[in-house]
């Protein structure tokens, strides 16, 4: 987690926003919080009713509470937010509610993680559970630090209407970011440069 480097997460949320085709109002499912930026974006849009934020740390909670408002405009705070202290999958899992959109922060996507149990997200099973969760007309991106091969064909498998973004972020240490994007139903959409 890192307070420089904003742009990443932000355009994850706004670009599956853009692509949404279900209507107002939005549930949203934001599975990991960290500095609470991808939650910050998400709310900007008068579209969404709920957000629903799943962080497996405890003291990253409790960061977001106690330090982190300050960066995020105390995001944790809005009435819209439910943050839960939980694996992403077994919240969904346990879920009786489908998401317009599902954004995925877990470490740093599908080959750097930090917590070797975060690999299940990343998996075919764990792919076909976020895709139940996902509503018709829905958005599932997910943010990754690099670019997989084998993980955009897993997902190719699980969610037929998909692709994969690029964005070179030079504003902030020239880092790229991958996001892939995965779509609940047809979208007629192409995919943005």
Known sequence: MSTDGTQGERQMVRIALQHITSPPPLDVL????GVGYSLREVLEDERVHNVDVVELEKK????NNL???????????????DVSCD???RHVGAASQQYDVIALDIDN???????????????????SAMKSALAPGGVMAVW???????FRRRLKDIFRHSFVRR???????????HIYLYFGCKTGLSPAP
């Open 30 to 33: 934001i599975g990991g919080l």
């Open 60 to 63: 990253v909670i409790e960061w």
């Open 67 to 81: 330090y982190f408002g300050e960066f995020n405009d105390h995001a944790t705070s809005d009435q819209r937010v």
């Open 87 to 89: 694996d992403v999958l």
């Open 109 to 127: 996507g599908p080959d750097w993680l930090v917590r070797k149990q975060n690999q299940k997200a990343y998996h075919p099973a764990g792919l």
């Open 144 to 150: 990754s630090v690099t670019k997989n091969e084998s």
């Open 167 to 177: 964005l070179d972020l030079e504003d902030e240490r020239s880092r790229k970011y």
